[in-house]
């Protein structure tokens, strides 16, 4: 199993958990209806593979890639284990778009609702255009999706995934994914949900699409040299695992708690280095290393014909680039909830006595009214430092960027 050479788990590490909820896990999806919002990414995609098994009752899928739909279809007809499900769509919408609003009102109600639309990458924070782009994904559509599921839905629980790098950000996209957090459980009964409301924060995923890992595969099929940054660890999860963490987190947590994986730094703490060198070792390849990129993409050649692989290792020295993750953010305590291998963060409201909806307003006008008061980098860190005010200090600020980087 590929994802092994990041998680060194031969099984998910939440097969235990699934086991011992399954009752409950049954009694939330079985005749249930369920929506799943960015449901064609990797994340989304391997929580549906777990929740079809427990056979809903309507199924409704949303993305963009209309590529990706098509390819979860297929793996989801092709599965061993029948669908069942009497109502199955796939839908190419965006989830802050008038059409998706008008398409929920349509719909008889959901029982259960998981968002996994998101800017995810750190590179995203390269210019002021692709940082708004992230604002308006991360905040302004979440925030504005609320309000449909209270209005179409206010019964239905409701899950959004975070990341762990929203726990004491240091990137536009760390911070941008708090405020969604912010925006997922603040006043929530108040708005009209009436649902339980929950998220979580787990580690990188190992062969994502669009993972550093995953540019390996394909790195290595092109013939060209892998590439890592030095001294930078990550927690890794396999694909299968970020389903079940999902599964699990949207059904088991209380109301406003955010699902953590119960991983230790000094044992899941990962160097990329480590983890390149394992993959060409698996591969049938020693590394060869090398920190200048020429050198690198010109020496594929000689040095397959060696059994070795170029290895460019560069340094960590990027905007946003965190040299370690963690979980658990300033004044925040994780608690036990009964499973063994997830522990869950009661939600710790804004850092500053600044009215949400003030920088919400703010980060719309941005975003949806173009105001140029807001076009640059330091006025949009300023937005988020109003509520919070450590992203200020925290941010690491580069003149590089990972589009750079080979």
């Given at each position: 199993?590929?994802s092994?050479?990041a998680?060194r788990?031969?099984t ?7 086991k011992?909820y399954?009752t409950?896990?049954r009694?939330a999806?079985?005749?249930k ?7 064609a990414?990797?994340?989304g995609s391997?929580?549906?593979?777990t929740l079809?098994k427990?056979r809903?009752a309507?199924l ?5 890639n209309e590529?990706a739909?098509a390819?979860?279809?297929r793996e ?5 284990t ?14 802050g778009?008038?059409?998706?609003h008008m ?9 259960q609702i998981l968002?996994f639309a998101?800017?995810?990458?750190v590179?995203s924070e ?6 708004l782009?992230?604002?308006?994904t991360n905040?302004?559509?979440?925030a504005?999706?609320r309000?449909?599921?209270?209005e179409t839905s ?6 959004s995934v975070?990341?762990?790098k929203?726990?004491?950000p240091?990137?536009?996209?760390g911070?941008?994914k ?8 603040d ?7 009436k649902?339980k409301i929950t998220?979580?924060?787990?580690a990188?995923?190992a062969?994502?699409?669009g993972s550093?890992?995953?540019a390996?595969e394909?790195?290595l099929?092109r ?7 030095l001294?930078?660890?990550?927690y890794?999860?396999?694909?299968e695992e970020?389903?079940?963490i999902?599964t699990l987190?949207?059904i088991i947590p ?11 730094p ?11 060198e ?6 049938g390849?020693?590394?060869?290393y ?11 050649s ?10 460019l290792?560069?340094?960590?020295n990027?905007a946003?680039e ?7 953010g ?9 499973m063994?291998?997830?522990l ?5 409201g804004v850092?500053?006595q ?5 920088v919400l ?6 975003v949806i009214r173009c105001?140029?008061t807001f076009n640059?980098k330091?006025a949009?860190?300023a ?11 925290s ?8 589009d750079?980087?080979v």
């Open positions: 199993m590929l092994k050479t998680t788990r031969e998910s590490l939440f097969t235990s958990d699934i011992t399954d409950l896990i009694e999806v079985n005749n209806n369920i929506l799943v919002i960015g449901g990414g990797s994340i391997n929580t549906i593979h079809v427990y809903p309507k409704h899928i949303i993305d963009q590529n739909l390819e979860l279809v989801l007809r092709s599965s061993l029948p669908m069942n499900i009497q109502d199955f769509r796939t839908l190419p919408l965006d989830f778009s008038p059409v998706m398409f929920m009102q349509s719909q008889s109600p959901y029982d968002n998101a800017i995810k990458h590179r390269k210019d002021t255009f692709s940082i782009q992230m604002f308006d905040i302004v559509k979440q504005r999706f309000g449909w599921i209270a206010p019964n239905a629980d409701y899950f975070s990341t762990d929203a726990a004491n240091v990137s536009f996209m911070a941008t708090r405020v969604m957090e912010h925006i997922l459980f006043n929530a009964r108040e708005s009209g949900l649902g998220s979580a924060r787990f990188n995923v062969y994502s699409n550093l890992l995953q390996f394909k790195r099929a013939g060209e040299p892998l590439a890592c940054p001294n930078i660890k990550r890794f999860v396999s694909l970020s389903g079940n999902c987190a949207s209380p109301h406003e708690h955010i699902a953590i994986p119960r991983l230790d000094k044992e899941h703490l990962i160097p990329l280095q480590s983890i390149a394992r993959f060409l070792n698996l591969h390849y020693e590394p060869e090398h920190d200048n990129e020429r050198k690198a993409i010109s020496g594929v000689l040095a397959r014909s060696k059994g070795k692989w170029p290895l290792l560069t340094p960590a990027t946003g965190k040299p370690y993750e963690e979980f658990v300033r004044n925040e305590i994780a608690k036990e909830i009964g063994v291998q997830i869950s963060i009661p939600y710790v850092s500053k600044k009215s949400l909806s003030e307003s703010k980060i719309e006008s941005s105001d140029t640059n330091e949009l860190k937005i988020i430092g109003e509520i919070e005010p450590n992203f200020l200090q941010h690491i600020e580069s003149q590089f960027n990972l750079q980087r």
